[in-house]
């Protein structure tokens, strides 16, 4: 019987995005399911919010959730499928700790980030054949930055505690490197757009992703496009880095 997959995610293009990811990675997919909010989702699977989703014969053996839904948090979809037997993967924008770590301890067995390339997301995917956690690169590295940081609440002990699925995962050698500082150097901020600059004012007054894309009047993907050249001309990697950084520049 062939891998059948839910993808909860509100964006039509970023469903089709996924889709397309998912097929990529794995050969036996029977079907590919889509829901655009947590109600669809519940009801695919089974059961009813603050409920717990049970196993069913033809039930899904993947499933892929937004963190950020019309109706609510996928945090609380997580949740609810603690004891169902399928693989839960976060896709999503965000890569910051306050939105990575509750997801690990509501049982995510994988945290993707939708700004990555597809090659990129195909490769993760294709990890949970030979057993290993689904990790974008920048995810994979701000939890190696908490484990040698020590920190209690977000490091190793609060990693094995959340529910994540470490076994096979081989960590690699690091061991001529070190993690990059909070604390960076002041950016050429010059070189960014004024469509840029416009984003990142935005994102440093706490709007969503779709909130900047209505605000400025464009697609949700473009302004995905801006941010990512934010991040690399800004040198973080994350929302909340670059409304950080930008305040204590003067940018906004």
């Known amino acids: ?8 995610e509100d964006n039509p293009v970023a469903r089709g995005f996924l889709s397309r990811v998912v097929r990529e990675s794995f050969s036996d997919v029977s079907g590919i399911v889509e829901a655009g909010d947590l109600e669809a989702a519940r009801h695919l699977l089974g059961h009813r919010a603050g409920q ?19 109706d609510g948090s996928g945090l609380e979809l997580l949740s609810e499928l603690a004891a169902y037997p399928a693989t839960r993967i976060v896709t999503t924008l ?13 049982g995510a067995d994988g945290y993707l980030l939708k700004e990555d ?11 949970i054949v030979r057993g290993q956690p689904p990790l974008s690169p920048a995810i994979a590295r701000r939890l190696l930055t908490h484990f040698r940081q020590g920190d209690p609440a977000h490091g190793e002990r609060g990693f094995q505690n959340s529910g994540f699925q470490t076994s096979g995962y081989q960590a690699p050698d690091f061991q001529h490197s070190r993690p990059a500082p909070i604390e960076r150097q002041a950016p050429d901020h ?19 992703i779709k909130e900047i894309a209505n605000l400025m009047g464009i697609k949700w993907f473009t302004v995905n496009d801006h941010i990512k050249s934010i991040y690399k001309k800004l040198n973080v990697s994350s929302r909340a880095e670059a409304a950080v950084l930008a305040s204590k520049q003067g940018l906004v």
């Open 190 to 208: 010059e070189r960014l757009t004024p469509r840029e600059n416009e984003v990142l004012t935005y994102l440093s007054k706490g709007f969503t």
């Open 52 to 70: 717990r989703a049970s196993a069913t014969p033809d039930g899904f053996k993947l499933v892929l959730v937004d963190l950020e839904l019309p």
């Open 94 to 106: 965000y890569s910051d700790d306050e939105h990575l770590f509750p997801a690990l301890q509501c």
């Open 117 to 127: 390339r597809f090659e990129v997301l195909v490769e993760e995917l294709q990890k």
């Open 1 to 8: 019987m062939g891998v059948k997959v839910l993808i909860v």
